[in-house]
């Protein structure tokens, strides 16, 4: 009797969960420096606005059970874990503009925005 065996198929590996860019390293490390000292920032999505989800950010005093762990340029950042699909392979950084600042987010897993900005779809 004769047996024979494939090679185990060989798995693409996953993109990073989440990174940041420096600018988003600078004014996180300022925030966790400053008012945040000792907290860290969970990021999750929630369902809101027209096109269905929404960033959420909290601080937080410690990793809870359900968060994945994001150790980039030297900092932490929690994202939940059911966050964490809609998430893989997306770029945080800070942006300063005219009118406003802040935190955004490219997303390859986004299909689309609403015309605001607020929410978007997978």
Known sequence: MSTTTTPPRKTRALPPLMSLTDAAAERLSRLYEQ????????????????????????????????????????????????????????TMDYETKALTSGFTFTNP???????CGESFHV
Request: aromatic share 4%; charged share 30%; hydrophobic share 30%.
């Open 109 to 115: 897993n986004e299909k689309g925005r609403c015309g």
């Open 35 to 90: 008012g945040e000292q000792g907290k860290l920032l969970r990021i999750g999505v929630k369902t809101k606005g027209c096109s269905g989800l929404s960033y959420d950010m909290t601080w937080t005093e410690a990793p809870g059970p359900g968060d994945e762990v994001v150790k980039d340029k030297g900092l932490t950042v929690l994202v939940e874990r059911k966050a964490s699909l809609f998430l893989i392979g997306t």
